[in-house]
């Protein structure tokens, strides 16, 4: 493939943007490419190079690239209504019915404009809430560019993971592994009293995708209710993806008291929200007194795009679809790694998949059908990843300079890390699949 001209608008970026990019996680190996397009479950290139795009914006793109006519025609006629106001509109009404409608622990929400913007109002509101200051949080966890959750170190021996954070932001946020039942129970037992709120996602989508062991949400839900602290559970990954409509804690059958959205709910449109019981969001303000506003919140044209995206996906097989060809990813994969390298972990679950490259445990004796949901009976069940310690333990290396390049000669675009998510998209068909399929066996 040629680069020429990804390589010269590099060379033009780096010279007005940090790094060449707006979001680090772009900045790909040797340089990236720039998109000039998108089509269908594909995107093109500056050079005119084609690739099947498993990473769809990061999430937020459910339909592909090709938005069904009915969103591309209510984005059209918001954006030439002129695109905002400073006043509320009825779009915004019908996306958070529509939300309260779908998701079993919401009656209210909050619209924002990105999933950084959710989760900082989320702990504000759980800290306001409560009167308290700790949150409790996953060690490697992601929940966007915000100082509460930019945090590394174990339990309350915590600080910044970033420059430009004071310490004493660290001071307030405690840290556990994920699927760790003991460590959750020691840090309630300990600063019980002390804590808002456990934010979590419900499916680890930032650091390799590790799925919960059963139970581990149930005693979450436990051990907040107990000490009168709040979850919250950060979909904004899974929201609309895993479990469909209900997201994932509709699958779960755990309902937070808390849930931060954002990428999906959007439309592929600059998006977040909050929402919860009526008695927690209304803590807001004007209903109530913990600051929260924005100048773009509930935009009538991201609001459009996520509230017909969303009817289209609930008038449409779109969750069977992307769901079917996620499990024939994850089985293909399955079969490739257990001839090619047996000791990786096929993860994910509905549209969402990854290889974790796992340095131990064989195919052998069988494995979870069509990715790793922490089935105990499975004969890989002590190796399969079960926090972000196990994922960083991987050949995180080999990963990301050997394989994903490896993926991208092939056409295939994948996130290009072993931490990050991919998403199947309801524009992908069975064709891409083999496709990919036969990139993984090539580049494994
Ligand atoms: C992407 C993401 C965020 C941050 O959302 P932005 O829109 O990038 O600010 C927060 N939490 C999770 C789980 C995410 O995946």
Redesign the pocket.
């Known amino acids: 493939m040629n680069y020429d001209g990804s390589r010269d608008l590099y060379d033009r970026a780096l010279s007005v943007m940090p790094g060449g990019v707006n ?1 680090s996680v772009r900045a790909t190996q040797p340089y990236p490419f720039f998109v000039q397009k998108g089509d269908g479950g594909h995107v093109i290139d500056a050079d005119g190079n084609r690739y099947i795009d498993f990473v769809m914006g ?2 937020p793109l459910l339909l592909g690239h090709d938005l069904p006519e009915s969103v591309q025609s209510a984005v059209q006629r918001r954006a030439s209504e002129g695109p905002m106001y400073g006043a509320p509109t009825e779009v915004e009404v019908e996306l958070a019915e529509f939300l309260a409608r779908h998701v079993p622990s919401v009656e209210m929400v909050r619209f924002v ?7 900082v109002s989320a702990v504000r509101l759980a800290r306001g809430y409560t009167g308290r200051d700790k949150i409790v949080i996953m060690e490697g ?6 100082e509460s959750t930019l945090v590394e170190g174990k339990r309350d021996e915590t600080a910044p993971s970033s420059p430009g954070i004071p310490e004493s932001f660290a001071e307030h946020t405690v840290t556990v592994p994920f699927n760790d039942e003991d460590a959750a129970r020691e840090v309630f037992e300990e600063h019980g009293e002390d804590i808002a709120a456990v934010l979590t ?1 419900p499916i680890l ?2 650091h390799g995708i590790v799925h919960p062991v059963e139970g581990y949400h149930e005693t979450l839900r436990e051990l907040t209710a107990e000490h009168g602290a709040l979850l919250i559970f ?5 929201g609309f993806r895993v479990g469909g409509l209900q997201c994932a804690q509709g699958t779960f059958g755990v309902e937070p008291d808390i849930t ?1 959205f ?2 999906i709910v959007g439309g592929g449109f ?3 929200a909050i929402g919860g019981k009526s008695e927690i969001i209304e803590q807001f303000t004007p209903a109530g007194d913990v600051f929260q506003s924005g100048t773009f919140s509930g935009h009538p044209v991201t609001m459009a795009a996520g509230l017909e995206t969303l009817r289209y996906a609930a008038e449409n097989d779109v969750y069977e679809h992307v769901n079917r060809l996620g499990e024939e990813l994850r089985s293909g994969i399955a079969d490739i790694l257990e001839d090619q390298a047996p000791n990786y972990t096929v993860v994910g679950t509905d549209s969402m998949f990854k290889v974790i490259f796992t340095r131990e445990g064989a195919f052998g004796d069988g494995h979870c059908e069509g990715g790793c949901t922490q089935n105990p009976s499975c004969p890989r069940y002590e190796h399969c990843p079960k926090n972000g310690a196990d994922v960083d333990r991987a050949e995180t290396e080999r990963w990301e300079r050997l394989f994903w390049p490896a993926m991208k000669e092939q056409g295939v675009f994948l996130t290009p890390n072993q931490f ?2 991919q998403f199947v998209s309801a524009a992908h068909t069975e064709a891409d699949i083999e496709e990919a399929l036969e990139a993984y066996k090539e580049a494994l």
């Open positions: 979001s990061y999430g404009n990105s999933g950084t913007e959710a989760t966890s992601y929940h966007g560019a915000q996602e989508g930032n950060d979909e904004v990954i899974t931060t954002g990428k600059p998006v977040g990050e998510s």
